[in-house]
Structure formats: structure tokens, C-alpha cells
């Protein structure tokens, strides 16, 4: 049995990106495998340091989680600032990472680029911070969309260092899964090529939206004119439109439309309608769980101490090890 971690940051609700990325595999992973599902509050103050509500964000994204179906007496669900042990382990891998590797993770370069008047050290710091989220439970896989492999990456280099520093062998090497497969990258609707919560209004699809909104944003996608010779290879939105369809829709429907583009009779408005209807279809029971879930305090409260406990118990006990491992002995 391995031990599986992953997390989202609570900035937005769940879009199908996440879900097709990451929470798909973390339902699946828990009826085999020992896992942890956090919520990222910590990092998300890196790019919102003074959040609206930041209460009402983590709820949210609790009510999408457990309504795309992790089970709270299956895996771990908790909140990271419910487990202060991790912000001990981020201490020290940060005494450990060199501020050359940090300033080249592309993450930090995007965000440097994008807040400008921001750039902070928590910025800096967040793959150290994330590094201590996954390896803080030994954890051996990391189910996470593609965005995620160079955070994965730095999480090996820092778990790897901190064996060799003090001649140990206690962390695990853990990986980015996706069941033996490519990590997945599901696109926008507005012709970019990754759909996110902080892309822009209309780029992301929510798995708590309505048939009306889920109908308005696909529609204003961004298409072209269509192609003008066949068998052309598609540019950037018309393929971001075929890959949602592969991945929400039967594979017969895909295959008619590609067919259509490539004779090019494609209508895309017909396309657009047909993307629509499949995607309300795969989202109303999610819808569903999240509207019944939203009324639930008492049970996401239950869910969330139970959840605080485990992760701590686990917790606790990594960094009882790590602080030996490093030399810190009790005096008293
Ligand atoms: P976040 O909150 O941006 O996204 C959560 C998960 O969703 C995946 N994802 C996607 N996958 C495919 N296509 C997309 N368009 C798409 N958009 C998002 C992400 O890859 C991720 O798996 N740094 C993390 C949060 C985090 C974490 C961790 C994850 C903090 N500590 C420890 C795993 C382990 C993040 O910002 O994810």
C-alpha cells in the first residue's frame, strides 16, 4: 500500500481542470492506497495575503471535495494550517534549499511576472512549503494535473538532500501520478491552454456551475471560421475545445466531429451545443451533492476535526523522527 498526498489551494471552486487533473485519481486512490487530501490555505496567502474569506474559500472547496467523492472515513481530509507540524518541517527544508533553485522554478517566475509588487518570500518559498505538505507523511505519490511536475521535481531534490545531509534513509522519493499515464492538462475556453481558477472570467468550467452558466461559457468559447482545407492541424482554441470533448463526451461523438473538421464541414456552434449538454450531464450530480453538502455544517465540521486529528497523528510522528534526525535532543 503506498502513501498518497495531494492538495488544492482554496482561491476558487473545484473546475473540471482539477478534477480531470488531480481529483479524479484521489477518489480512486483511496479504496487502495493510505491517503492524505489537504487544503492549501497557507500557500494560497502567497498570491492573497488579506483574503476576503478565506473561511468561506476552504468551505467551499471542503463541500467540492467531498462532493466529487473523497470519503472522509477512507482518506485524510484536512485543512494544512490544522497541521502547524508541517510549518516545522518547511523550516527545515528551507535552511536546505538554495536560493538559486528557488528563483528558477517557473511557478515563482509566472507569479513574479503576474505581482510584481508582491514578489514575497513565501513566493520564494512555496515549493519548500509544498514539499513539506507531501513528504511530511512520507508519502510515496502525489496525484496531481501537469502544472505540478517541476513542484513534484523539487520535492525529490529536497527529500533526497535531506538523506544525504544527515546520512539517512527516511524520505521516500515521491512521484506525480496519474495511474502510469501522462499527467493531464485540461484547456480553457478562452483559447489558453490551461483552464484555472485566476484565468479570467469564462475560461474555466466549475464543477458547481449550472446548465445556464455551463451553456453561456461554452458557447463563448473562442473559435475560428473553421478550416478551409481538410485534414489541417487545429490551432490552439479548436483543439482545446476537441480536448474537452474527448474527455467529457463519448468517444463516437468525438469522433463525428473530428470527422466533420476534417472534411471541413465543422459547424462549431453544433459542436459548442453538443459539448454543452455532455457537460451538464457530467456535472448535475456533483451539482446536486455540492447544493445538499453547502447546508451541512454540522458534518463538514465533523469531517474537518476528524481529518485535523488523523493528519496530525501522522504528522507528529514524522517530525518527532526528522527533529532527531537533525540533533535536536530534549533537555527536560
Ligand atoms: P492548484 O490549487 O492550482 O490545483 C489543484 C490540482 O489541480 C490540478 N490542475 C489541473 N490539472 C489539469 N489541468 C488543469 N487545467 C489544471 N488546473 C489545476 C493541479 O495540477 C493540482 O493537482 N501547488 C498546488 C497545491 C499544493 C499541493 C501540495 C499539491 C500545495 N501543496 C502538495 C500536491 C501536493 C496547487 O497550486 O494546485
Known amino acids: ?69 473523497l470519503d472522509p472515513e477512507k482518506s485524510t481530509l484536512y485543512l494544512q494550517s490544522d497541521v502547524p507540524e508541517v510549518l516545522e518541517l518547511y523550516l527545515f527544508l528551507n535552511m536546505n534549499a538554495y536560493l538559486g533553485e528557488l528563483e528558477r522554478c517557473t511557478s515563482f517566475k509566472d507569479k ?6 508582491n514578489v514575497n518570500a513565501g513566493l520564494l518559498t512555496y515549493p519548500t512549503l509544498m514539499a513539506a505538505d507531501i513528504i511530511l507523511h512520507r508519502a510515496h505519490k502525489v496525484p496531481v494535473g501537469k502544472d505540478q511536475e517541476q513542484h513534484l521535481e523539487m520535492t525529490r531534490t529536497f527529500a533526497n538532500r535531506f538523506n544525504r545531509m544527515y546520512n539517512v ?11 502510469g499515464e501522462e499527467l493531464v492538462k485540461i484547456p480553457g475556453l478562452d483559447g489558453s491552454t490551461k483552464m484555472g481558477k485566476s484565468e479570467g472570467e469564462g475560461n474555466a468550467i466549475f464543477l458547481g456551475d449550472s446548465p445556464e452558466s455551463i451553456r453561456k461559457k461554452i458557447m463563448r468559447a473562442v473559435t475560428d471560421s473553421g478550416p478551409v482545407e481538410p485534414n489541417q492541424p487545429k490551432p490552439q482554441p479548436i483543439e482545446n475545445i476537441f480536448t474537452l470533448m474527448k474527455v467529457l463526451s463519448a468517444p463516437e461523438t468525438y469522433e463525428h466531429f473530428n470527422n466533420l473538421y476534417n472534411n471541413c464541414q465543422i459547424r462549431y456552434g453544433d459542436m459548442k451545443k453538443q459539448l454543452a449538454e455532455d457537460v451538464i450531464c457530467f456535472n448535475e450530480p456533483f451539482r446536486q451533492r455540492i447544493l445538499e453538502l453547502e447546508k451541512n455544517d454540522e458534518y463538514i465540521s465533523k469531517v474537518v476535526k476528524m481529518g485535523a ?24
Open 1 to 69: 500500500m503506498s502513501i498518497v498526498v495531494s492538495g488544492i489551494r482554496p482561491t476558487g471552486n473545484l473546475h473540471l481542470g482539477n478534477y480531470f487533473g488531480a481529483m479524479r485519481n484521489f477518489v480512486k486512490m483511496q479504496n487502495t492506497d493510505q491517503c492524505f487530501f489537504f487544503i492549501a490555505d497557507y500557500h494560497s496567502l502567497t498570491t492573497h495575503p488579506t483574503p476576503q474569506d478565506l473561511h468561506g474559500n476552504v468551505k467551499s472547496i471542503l463541500v467540492d471535495y467531498l462532493a466529487a467523492g
Open 112 to 117: 513574479a511576472r503576474k505581482q510584481p509588487d
Open 169 to 179: 534513509n527516511y524520505f521516500p522519493e515521491p512521484v506525480a501520478y496519474n495511474f
Open 309 to 332: 486529528e488523523k493528519a496530525r497523528e501522522s504528522a507528529a510522528k514524522t517530525i518527532r523522527e526528522v527533529r532527531e534526525i537533525v540533533g535536536f535532543k530534549r533537555f527536560f
